[in-house]
């Protein structure tokens, strides 16, 4: 599933910082276009108990700044909904 999520992000035109498809993790980061500034993302897949289906864990958060007026949520949405029909994802 990691390898989905890889290039979802890479789709997304995030920048992969490291993957290890072994403990399912990724992490990203990604350049908001007016700004510049970096938001960091970090994404874990696993397989659910029944292991039919994975559960993803997902975090985006902004490297400047108190407020990002919803990006960091608003990103986790999108990518969550992306993957939705093959997995139970779990988000925050």
Known sequence: ?????????????????SVDPA???LEATDTISL???KDD???RARSAE?????????RSVSRVG????GANAKRVRRFLSDLSG??????Q
Not at 6 to 12: F, G, P, Q, Y
Not at 52 to 58: N, P, Q
């Open 23 to 25: 403990s399912g993790n």
């Open 50 to 58: 029944n292991g039919a289906s994975s559960i993803i864990d997902m």
């Open 86 to 91: 093959t997995t139970t994802a779990a988000s």
């Open 66 to 69: 108190v407020h990002d007026i």
């Open 35 to 37: 700004f510049r500034f």
């Open 1 to 17: 599933m990691i390898e989905k999520a890889k290039r979802l992000a890479e789709d997304r035109g995030w920048e992969i910082v």
């Open 41 to 43: 993302i970090v994404i």
